[in-house]
RNA sequence: GGCGGCGUAGCCAAGAGGUAAGGCAGCGGUCUGCAAAACCGCAAUACCCCGGUUCGAAUCCGGGCGCCGCCUCCA
């Protein structure tokens, strides 16, 4: 078929051919945090979404320009600064350093550009100039709103008409609004809150015109991508596209990409439910690539239900892999044979997982064809020991890996290390390696009985043990 | 109420006209002192229900039922 990646636009409801406006350069803006809180799992969602697409771009070639922000003003981060005494630009800072670690450590990629509101209101006041000198924005009392009736497409992106909006029950009276969908593109200060000068007086930017100037700023008046999470279709991007197209008069975005929400048993993670997960507490249990595998197992648009049992079972699925790895390092080089079944193997699995990120970056169905590939790995392994299509094939995984994120740790690490410092297991190394040789005196003169005594214990601390021809190897069960 | 989406084996989850990936859990076998890991096999007539289109439907269309998201701050 066709050798172009297809990408599910949420504007046409299908999926199209990613064709970039010039060349192999790929534009992306995706929606940074609010820092007004500690970044939660739907932060981490979207994140290592459009970490793995930009990957993806650039190892089949693309050039990405990469943008995602910080809205680091905002009503929510006032509301903090006002429960906890903690001026608003210190709440900002705080969780925007916390959610810069947070995404490190899960390991995403840092963005070619990460732009903060704060940094550029001259951008933001200039584009609402631009908006009410085309007859798009009014000026009411203080602050400057956006009349949703003058721009054609309202509701392009979430396929409703203001009428039906206005047909739905909660939209709140607000006298200053002519009409009661249309939304601040600036706001006049309030006694206490942060303030830049403007045409209009003193305030600051709406909530929507900092990711519609900092994306232009970036990355042009149209580009390729912007993404987000589903739930920010409406209003955010609906208000994006109107405002943004308002004020150039062309295509704001080519293609719009959402990923689904994340649900805490089948529901929706939030505030009121009390379900919230933060990134750090999930790192705290469970090694990143166990929750990278565990999201990109799911198809990017559908929902993800986040449970205990779900990221254990990524553990172990992950645990699988890394045995496989650990069994094909402490293989000796020294076999001349090749093993064409997985030549076989792994020329299918090349050529197929490029092909399921080509089909709407689809990892779900990627990990399904890695898992084929392992078992025929763990065949030959068995089978031919070392080999150079092994090598081969354990290289093209750690490749493979690098695009997902995953499987770039030594096997050792993984299965030991990683795990030890991560459950307080009441047992060290040390201890580990003392019993091993203990048992493995007692196994020496058959006292089977002894072995499996200490077996037994070190089971009981949550360690694995597993005889080899050569040796005995430990690792730290995955639950 | 409006808009969007989902329902695939015990659980999780891909697939979207051509005869159902994969993971986890379970069971049996090979290997092992016994295990573990790995491999082989079983469970497995797994596509919510009823109609329709088609040579052929989990996939398309219509109608049900159930669940969810958005419409208010949200990734």
């Known amino acids: 078929m066709e ?27 995706v929606c940074g945090p609010t820092v007004y809180s500690s970044a939660h799992l739907g932060h981490a969602r979207a994140a290592i979404t459009f970490d793995v697409i930009t990957r993806f771009l650039r190892k089949v070639g693309y050039k990405v320009e ?12 006032i509301n903090k600064s006002k429960e906890t005494g903690i001026p608003p630009e210190e709440v900002a800072r705080i969780y925007t350093e916390e959610y810069k670690n947070d995404m490190f450590n ?17 951008e933001i006041i200039d584009l609402i100039k631009t908006i009410i000198d085309k007859g798009y924005a009014y000026q009411s009392d203080g602050d400057v709103f956006f009349s ?8 392009k992106l979430s396929k409703r008409t203001p009428d039906e909006m206005l047909a739905g029950i909660r939209v709140d ?18 006694p206490g809150e942060p303030w830049w000068k403007s045409p209009w007086g003193k305030g600051r930017p709406g909530w929507h015109i900092e990711c519609s100037a900092m994306s232009m700023r970036y990355l042009g008046n149209s580009f390729e991508i912007h993404g987000g999470g589903k739930d920010l279709i409406f209003p955010h991007h609906e208000n994006e596209i109107a405002q943004s197209e308002a004020a150039t008069g062309v ?47 799911h198809h990017y648009q559908n929902p993800a239900d986040f449970s205990e049992k779900a990221l254990d079972e990524s553990e172990t699925a992950l645990e699988r892999l890394y045995i496989m790895f650990k069994r094909a390092n402490d293989l000796t080089k020294n076999n001349k044979r090749e093993d064409k079944e997985l030549a076989t193997s792994l020329n299918l699995f090349n050529t197929k ?29 068995d089978a031919f020991g070392w080999t150079h299509t092994l090598q081969e094939t354990i290289e093209e995984i750690r490749s493979f890996g690098s695009t997902l994120g995953i499987l770039e740790l ?44 200490i077996r037994n214990y070190l089971d009981s601390k949550g360690i694995t043990l597993e005889d080899t021809p050569k040796d005995t190897i430990w690792r730290v069960k995955a639950k």
């Open 251 to 297: 295509e704001f975005v080519k293609y719009w990409v959402h990923n689904g929400v994340i649900q805490i048993n089948r529901e929706k993670m939030s505030k009121s439910l009390g379900n919230i997960i933060n990134v750090k507490d999930a790192l705290s249990i469970w090694n990143r690539e166990a929750i990278r595998l565990f999201l990109l197992s």
């Open 3 to 29: 050798n172009r990646i297809k990408v599910y636009n949420t504007l046409t409801q299908k999926k199209e051919d990613l064709i970039p406006f010039e060349g192999k350069t790929v534009r992306m803006y």
């Open 173 to 190: 009276i607000n006298e200053k609004k002519e009409d009661p969908l249309d939304f601040a593109l600036w706001k006049g200060v309030k």
């Open 106 to 122: 899960l390991g995403v990629e840092t963005p070619t550009h990460e732009p903060k509101v704060t940094e550029h209101i001259p």
């Open 66 to 77: 990469y943008a995602r922000n910080y809205t680091d003003v905002d009503d929510k981060i």
């Open 353 to 381: 997982w490029i092909e399921s990120m080509f089909d709407d970056f689809n990892t779900a169905d990627t990990v399904g064809q890695l898992f084929d590939l392992v078992r025929a790995t763990n065949r030959s392994i």
């Open 148 to 155: 949703i009736k003058m721009f054609r497409g309202y509701g």
């Open 410 to 453: 030594n096997p050792d690490d993984y299965l030991k290390k990683e795990k030890l410092s991560k459950r307080s297991l009441e047992i060290d190394e040390e201890e580990i390696n003392e019993l091993i040789e203990k048992r493995n005196a007692a196994r020496k003169e058959k006292k089977w009985k002894r072995a499996d005594e």
